[in-house]
């Protein structure tokens, strides 16, 4: 098992430049999410979904997309990047016992 | 609002000196206490669940516990490889039981 999966690893962008975040876990889980980590600000829920055609919005989705169309992939989709979207993301899929299991991350710094 | 708080924020520690790291919760209903450790540039790795005041789970050095206020994570005998950031998160009520709140973490360092 691969576990959760994200690509890419780095990436810079331009404001106002658009991208997907790729995540795909191979558990079969239901549950996905995505947050955001900041320094000193906690892991914070930004989209998630509880299965293929359900998503729902977290704490802080604003300037965030999400779709989920099969089990394996929620892709996080930043529609115009703005500085303050700098930041590392972790895509996660919980177990029905909601132990979450986290992706490596994905560092995105928006200048 | 359900809050979670870590203390303290970084903590240094001879090896073989046991310590505990303390995260105190307020929520409305707990349906789950959450312990991971996030090693730097990696995403958190799962280590515990504890659902009721009283309960303790034990993994290797390391020992969760859980009262209505507050978890601590006990480290007997830490080892250089111990070192890491600890998480710990909470599941609730609110938002249906579909969402974690986080503490900010406690950065663990163990020195030879």
């Known amino acids: 098992n691969a576990g959760v999966t994200q690509t890419p690893k780095f990436q810079v962008l331009k404001t106002g430049q658009s991208m997907t975040l790729q995540c795909a876990q191979d558990?079969?889980?239901?549950?996905m999410s995505w947050y955001r980590q900041d320094p000193g600000m906690g892991l914070r829920l930004i989209h998630y979904s509880v299965g293929a055609g359900i998503t729902d919005q977290g704490e802080v989705p604003n300037g965030y997309n999400v779709s989920r169309s099969t089990t394996e992939d929620f892709p996080l989709r930043l529609l115009s990047a703005a500085p303050s979207q700098t930041s590392v993301y972790f895509c996660?899929?919980?177990?029905?016992?909601?132990?979450?299991?986290f992706g490596p991350g994905t560092r995105l710094t928006v200048t | 609002e359900d809050q979670v708080t870590q203390s303290p924020e970084a903590l240094r520690l001879q090896e073989g000196e046991s310590s505990s790291l303390n995260c105190s919760y307020t929520v409305s209903g707990l349906r789950g206490l959450f312990w991971y450790r996030q090693d730097p540039g990696k995403g958190p790795e799962f280590l515990f669940t504890?659902?009721?005041a009283g309960e303790e789970k034990e993994k290797e050095r390391l020992k969760a516990t859980l009262t209505k206020k507050e978890s601590f994570l006990h480290i007997t005998a830490p080892k250089p490889e111990d070192s890491a950031t600890y998480l710990c998160a909470v599941r609730a009520l609110t938002g249906g039981g579909n969402k974690l709140t986080f503490g900010t973490g406690t950065q663990l360092k163990v020195e030879l």
């Open positions: 996660a899929s919980r177990s029905t016992s909601y132990e979450q299991y």
């Open positions: 558990m079969n889980h239901e549950y």
């Open positions: 504890l659902y009721s």
